[in-house]
């Protein structure tokens, strides 16, 4: 009776594990279907480009990178992000970078693109002093990306720094997928 349990326990895992919105296989990163990205919101200024929505860029693939430029963290993934920007933006990645601050000196826009220049982003970045963005993707850490497919949902949520291969590896998957908007 207990191997006939511990088998069956076994078959739901594994069930439960392939069944739903989750996407993995051999060397494939592991997506899964969050649900559908909140909008932007709240945000005071757009730096490096024109105001984005998130309607907008509907068909793109999007990476969303919740970042403050004080945060010795978020200073070490700012290298990776803007190589992902570089190498794959040609190829329909848009990468915005959502400063949240965590102390009251960063929420000077003028502080926020000295910092932009010094670390050479030149991808979009949207001053979220409110924390309204933040509050919106219901985040809790700096840094934290988000990286979201063509159809507009999250696909792949990562905090704090590493996975850097995983992360580069999903980009490529979400590129090379053709899929229609739902």
Known sequence: M??????????????????GNAT???GEPSLYDYGPAPEFAGIEHWLN????????????????DFWTYSCINCLRTLPYVTRWYEKFRERGLVVIGVHTPEFG??????????AIGRFGITYPVAQDNQYTT???FDNEYWPATYLIDRNG????????EGEYEETER?????????????
């Open 2 to 19: 207990m191997k006939l349990c511990s088998r069956l326990a076994l078959a739901i895992a594994v069930v439960l594990a392939t069944e």
């Open 24 to 26: 993995c296989g051999a």
């Open 49 to 64: 480009s024109d105001p984005l929505s998130l309607a907008d860029l509907r068909g793109k693939v999007v990476l969303v």
């Open 105 to 114: 000196y960063e929420k000077l826009t003028r502080n926020v693109q000295t």
């Open 134 to 136: 933040w509050k919106a």
């Open 153 to 160: 949902h999250v696909v792949l949520k990562h905090v704090g």
């Open 170 to 182: 999903a980009i490529e998957a979400l590129l090379g997928a053709q899929g229609a908007a739902r």
